[in-house]
């Protein structure tokens, strides 16, 4: 097929032009609803000016409140991770629709959806009202977040397995068990590391917001010296959370380096 006989990989049709119209007219609508106005953009670019003027230089005005908050929205990720991972693993599991049947899988897609359907923290805000103030309530904010996210992202892995390798397993007389440890972990371990590597980087940002709602971890202190108008401070308090992000990425990084590597050896 030559050039000239080739079809266009970008015809459109009029009813496609018809949506992306529609789309524009909905969000100029949308945009007149919200009141979002040039003039009112304007102004918020003078304000964000003078606020980032009262926020220069940082200045670490409480230090033991900083890093009691940052140690322990550290904390609150490493365990809301952890305890989310060991949830994730059984609830993943039965939700993969090609190894379970469908009694199974159906109450685990519907719990995986129902921590999935709100913000870590709305949850955060329940459990702050049934459990108190503290970091009780961010771990179990987190831990939802996290049984949503990886249950999901692991019953999707499973479900892209090869079977032949399961029945392999499955036709030496092996258990359940043993199927899922010698047939179904080897092809999806690699994914689920980089899968729980960045939920906890996930988990490292969202503890600095539940803390705003009572649920311990820095956010508390931001959300305190944002009351005082402590401007520099609300600065330092920032700039130490872009530092703990940026390391727990590397740590990641270096986390799923390690693994992936390790995967590789294993398969050669």
Not at 72 to 85: K, Q, T
Request: hydrophobic share 55%; net charge positive; with cysteine.
């Amino acid at each position: 097929m030559n050039a000239t006989t080739r079809a266009n990989p970008f015809k459109t049709s009029v009813w496609i032009r018809a949506g992306w119209v529609a789309l524009l007219l909905y969000v100029i609508y949308a945009a007149s609803r919200l009141e979002i106005t040039w003039a009112r953009f304007l102004v918020g670019l003078d304000n964000g000016a003078k606020f980032i003027g009262r926020m220069l230089p940082p200045n670490i005005a409480q230090p033991d409140s900083l890093l009691k908050g940052l140690t322990e929205s550290l904390e609150i990720a490493i365990l809301a991770s952890c305890l989310g991972i060991l949830i994730s693993l059984p609830v993943g599991l039965l939700a993969s629709r090609n190894l379970m049947p469908v009694w199974a899988t159906w109450p685990a897609r519907m719990c995986i959806a129902l921590c999935r359907s709100f913000h870590p923290v709305i949850v955060a805000i329940l459990f702050v009202k049934a459990v108190g103030f503290g970091a009780l309530a961010g771990i179990l904010s987190l831990m939802v977040a996290s049984v949503g996210f990886i249950g999901k992202l692991f019953a999707e892995a499973i479900e892209e397995i090869s079977l032949k390798q399961v029945e392999a397993v499955r036709a030496t007389g092996a258990p359940f068990m043993n199927v899922i440890t010698y047939g179904v972990l080897p092809q999806v371990f690699s994914r689920f590391v980089g899968f729980a590597t960045y939920q906890l980087d996930s988990n490292l940002r969202n503890s600095t917001m539940v803390g705003i709602v009572g649920a311990g971890g820095i956010g508390g202190t931001l959300f305190s010296a944002f009351q005082r108008f402590d401007y520099d401070f609300v600065c330092a308090i920032l700039l130490s959370i872009i530092g703990m992000i940026m390391l727990g990425e590397v740590l990641a990084g270096w986390v799923r380096a390690v693994f992936l590597e390790r995967g590789k050896v294993e398969q050669e």
